[in-house]
């Protein structure tokens, strides 16, 4: 799925957007609520996922047709409160440590999830700490965190519709590397402007200058 935050990377938010429009993507992955609904104000009808932080002042404003990204109790019962029938991706921390849940916290989650009866959870995600190098031991970490997580979110009666931990470097290497692939989406940035972030791929060429 295409992202893009940071104004599409300097691209041009609604530019860029207005361009992907076109080729029916899931949906677009944008970094704020202001990114969101500026894409929503603009008229782009790709569906939009926030993956940062969201204001509860700004969820209760009106009901808005964005997806979230949860990663702690508050903002799933901020959520549940003023955004009724919402789609939620769970963010599990499979070791950058920056965010989300621990795996060992997850089982508690799901059991308690029931009492979020205004969401729907369609999302389990992750990030890569270091998916800009290949084969490294901290990736293959992450990668067998991460398969944990989904096999614990399915023994709880959860299958997401979506599951993703892959950014651009990380999807450019598993394919160098010829191993399965860990999801059933990518999230891609640089690469959907031209960028390969390991500086490997002769294949990609920037579209800005």
């Not at 993703?164 to 989406?185: D, E, R, T, W």
């Amino acid at each position: 799925v295409p992202v893009l935050k940071s104004n599409a990377y300097g691209h041009g938010l609604v530019e860029i957007a207005s361009i992907l429009d076109t080729v029916e993507a899931p949906f677009f992955c944008v970094n704020s609520f202001y990114e969101a609904y500026t894409l929503w104000k603009n008229g782009i009808k790709t569906s939009i996922h926030i993956m940062g932080y969201v204001d509860p002042l700004d969820l209760q404003t009106e009901k808005l047709p964005f997806s979230y990204t949860t990663y702690n109790y508050t903002q799933l019962e901020a959520i549940n409160r003023y955004q009724k029938g919402a789609q939620v991706h769970i963010f599990v921390d499979t070791g950058m440590h920056r965010e989300g849940f621990r795996l060992e916290a997850l089982p508690l989650l799901l059991k308690n999830i029931k009492q979020f009866d205004n969401i729907h959870i369609t999302g389990l995600m992750s990030h890569l700490a270091m998916g800009d190098k290949i084969d490294n031991t901290l990736t293959e970490k992450q990668f067998n965190t991460f398969k944990k997580a989904q096999n614990i979110v399915r023994e709880y009666g959860i299958v997401p519709q979506w599951e993703h931990i892959l950014n651009s470097p990380g999807l450019l290497n598993l394919a160098q590397s010829g191993k399965p692939a860990i999801g059933n989406i990518a999230r891609v940035g640089k690469a959907i402007y031209g960028i390969d972030p390991r500086g490997q791929n002769s294949n990609l060429r920037p579209i800005l200058t």
